[in-house]
């Protein structure tokens, strides 16, 4: 199986992005754009809500079962809570500062929150009273957290990018069971699941390289060249990871155990983060366009109104 981009989805709007989330049942894209969080039909990109209020949000979680959704929000150091059906905000629940990576893991019925500067794990009950909002205490990670996956059986992961380690938590007692290396990788950033066979893959910036690690002893099984400037991994029978070059690696189990990079998709600069439908086998890349730069090592501004959603399918064009 091959993948290509089909189609590019023009969204515009002020702001910047993040973490993309997918709501396959819906068919509906939450985009955090720094001060607004854009609700997005999949099919074509129409807006079909706009939540806002925010100061620099980062990631959203979707929680069906209690009909709602929590948008961490990190220079408010708060998480927002809404209501799935109308999109209404329904209150915010006070964390610590640079809320970033979040879940939804069903499991414990928590929404699994990391604040990178703070260095902790904050779960947040799915059910909690809107009104009077709390977390649940803070679970020290012993590092600077980026992202996190959980297996759905009490156990959740999570990269600590500044330590080159993935720490194990128990969820029944919110306890750090074990830091494991990502030794040859560095930077570990992205974080996806393959829950059935237990593997872990690890986007790290430095060296480029996606890890595949057991998710059951942390023994790392391979180390693949990505491109630079990964944020994002999926798993969907192969796994991806989105690069901020304008690269999508795909890599695939080829044999047992011999995991390699089997195509490389040309996406647009900065597509680095992505969601997944699993349902379609559909990933959805934000990015825009930018603005030339007269320093090669500053960051390019998009230019206004230019933000895209880049959908690439299975055996597309390209």
């Known amino acids: 199986m091959s993948y290509g981009v089909s189609e590019t989805l023009h969204v515009g709007g002020p702001g910047g992005w993040d973490y993309l989330t997918v709501d396959p049942d819906h068919k509906l894209l939450f985009v955090p754009r720094s001060t607004h969080t854009m609700v997005l039909d999949a099919a074509n990109g129409n807006v079909v809500a706009d939540i ?6 980062h990631g959203v979680a979707l929680a069906p079962n209690a009909q709602r959704g929590f948008i961490s929000d990190g220079e408010d150091a708060s998480v927002v809570i809404f209501d799935l059906k109308t999109y209404a905000v329904l209150g915010k629940v ?10 939804f893991d069903a499991s414990c ?37 980026e992202f996190l996956v959980a297996d759905g059986h009490g156990r959740v992961f999570i990269n600590l990018v500044d330590k080159n380690q993935v720490a194990v938590v128990d969820t029944k007692t919110m306890k750090v069971l ?13 974080m996806s699941m ?22 059951d002893d942390g023994q ?42 089997v195509q490389t998709v040309k996406t647009p600069m900065g597509a680095r983060t992505m969601g997944i439908d ?3 086998h559909t990933l959805y890349l934000p990015t825009a366009e930018f603005m030339p730069t007269a320093n090669a ?5 998009p230019k206004p109104d230019s933000f895209m959603i880049v959908v690439v399918k299975p055996n597309g064009p390209g």
């Open 194 to 215: 393959d829950r059935e066979h237990r593997r872990l893959f690890i986007g790290c910036r430095n060296p480029r390289t996606l890890v595949v690690m057991n998710a």
């Open 178 to 190: 074990a830091h494991w290396s990502t030794s040859p990788g560095g930077s570990p950033v992205g």
């Open 220 to 261: 790392v099984l391979a180390d693949l060249p990505i491109g630079a400037g990964v944020d994002a991994t999926q798993f969907d029978g192969d796994a991806f990871a989105s690069c901020r070059d304008g690269t999508l690696a795909v890599a695939r189990e080829t044999s047992p155990g011999k995991f390699e990079i």
């Open 94 to 103: 006070k964390v610590e500062p640079d809320a970033d990576g979040i879940i």
């Open 278 to 280: 699993p349902k379609t």
């Open 52 to 57: 806002t209020g925010q100061k620099r949000n």
């Open 109 to 145: 019925n928590r929404v699994l929150l990391v604040c990178g500067d703070a260095g902790v794990l904050i779960p947040i009950p799915a059910d909690t009273d809107a009104t009077t909002a709390r977390a649940d205490a803070a679970v020290d990670l012993g590092g600077k957290p």
């Open 297 to 301: 090592n500053s960051r390019p501004a």
